[in-house]
């Protein structure tokens, strides 16, 4: 299976994930995921927003987190750049990947939308919706945030979902689980501008 993308390095004390295959049919399947993280709302959503520093740098297409970018406003951009490959000359332009195109984008509420086909999925004639949403844990203490996100893909699967969608709950999942479990320390969101050749 084709490596699957990109998350940040924020540690949130978290609560264990729990994920799951929600649904599954031969046009499609849902993924869910959902975590409790210590960190206030703004502060995930900066951790959320930097993929760079919580997705695993071995579900890449580079095989370097460091090359992923989230541009977190309508039209924007979670994208990978591929860099030049050793001794190719320097007017030799480097590659690129668009895992996902941002629809919806929202600090205050919480609440990020992307659309594509993640990894193997980007072939196929498969459509894709990645909904993150941001609110109060509602533990005792009031403190923290609950994660949910929710991955919906239908359309034409060339890999029978059957097959794909436990894979891509698995892969999915350790992202978010990177996600969910880094802790505080004050983060600052990538500039795209910084990434781009």
Not at 68 to 83: I, M, N, S, V
Request: aromatic content about 6%; charged content about 20%.
């Amino acid at each position: 299976m084709h490596r699957l993308i990109p998350a940040a390095l924020f540690a949130l004390s978290a609560a264990p994930a729990l994920g799951e295959v929600a649904a599954l049919s031969d046009t499609g399947f849902v993924i869910t995921h959902s975590a409790q993280a210590s960190a206030g709302k703004s502060e995930t959503w900066k951790v959320l927003t930097a993929p760079s520093r919580w997705w695993s740098g071995d579900h890449t297409y580079s095989g370097d987190a460091a090359n992923l970018w989230l541009d977190a406003q309508a039209t924007g951009c979670f994208c990978e750049k591929l860099p030049r490959p050793k001794g190719a000359p320097e007017t030799q332009r480097i590659g690129s990947i668009e895992h996902m195109h941002v629809v919806y984008a929202d600090p205050q509420a919480g609440v990020l939308r992307m659309t594509g086909g993640l990894g193997p999925l980007q072939q196929d004639a498969a459509g894709g919706t990645l909904t993150v949403t941001l609110s109060p844990a509602g533990t005792p203490a009031g403190e923290g945030t609950r994660i949910d996100w929710t991955y919906v893909v239908s359309g034409l699967v060339v890999l029978k979902p059957q097959e794909i969608a436990p894979l891509v709950d698995k892969v999915l999942g350790e992202q978010f689980e990177r996600l969910a479990a880094r802790s505080a320390a004050p983060a600052q969101t990538d500039d795209p501008a910084n990434l781009r050749d």
